[in-house]
Each structure stands twice: as structure tokens, then as C-alpha cells.
């Protein structure tokens, strides 16, 4: 999922662009990034949930971050964040970096 904020911080939308299998989704950084200029969004941040229960980010949710992250850069639409959500919690980029 996807959330677009203005240039103050305000969400003004939010949307799924990837749905995933039992235990992979495919991301891409053309997609979530097609969103974000289509709606003009300021920033974004990026949000999935792990139905497992795990919200240890893998190796490959590491790679895409990174990769969104400086597109995001390219684009002059800054990344504001990462967040896995779980059941029980939630694992953040930024808390994390």
C-alpha cells in the first residue's frame, strides 16, 4: 500500500498497488511510483502487512526499499518511510536506520 501526502504532510490518498501471495509480492518501483505522480504527491510511504505474523523485513524487502527509496530521489518525491505491520506489530525504516 501506498500513502500520497501533500506538501504538508496531509494524506491524500491512499492505495493498494500490489497484492501478494501466500509468501511473496511482486514490487515494483515503476508501479509505486506511477501512483505517486499521477496523484502529485509531495512524499510517500510505503506500508504492507505480514498476515505471518513476522514483521522482520527480509533481505528482498531491504533491496526494494533501498531501490524505492532512490527513485524516490530521481523523482523529487521523497520516501518518508517503511512500515511492515504484523497482528501483534509493526517494523519501521526509520526507527530502524
Known sequence: MILHL????RVTKDEIISIGTLNASL???????????????????L???RPSGDHT?????KKITERLFE??????IEVLDYVIISKESYWCWNEEE
Do not use: Y
Request: proline content about 5%.
Open 71 to 76: 527513485a524516490g530521489e530521481v523523482l523529487n
Open 57 to 61: 523485513p527480509s533481505q528482498e524487502d
Open 6 to 9: 501533500d506538501s504538508k504532510g
Open 47 to 49: 506500508v504492507h502487512n
Open 27 to 45: 514490487v515494483h518501483p515503476r508501479e509505486v511510483f506511477k501512483s505517486a505522480t499521477k496523484e502529485s504527491a509531495n512524499a510517500i510511504v
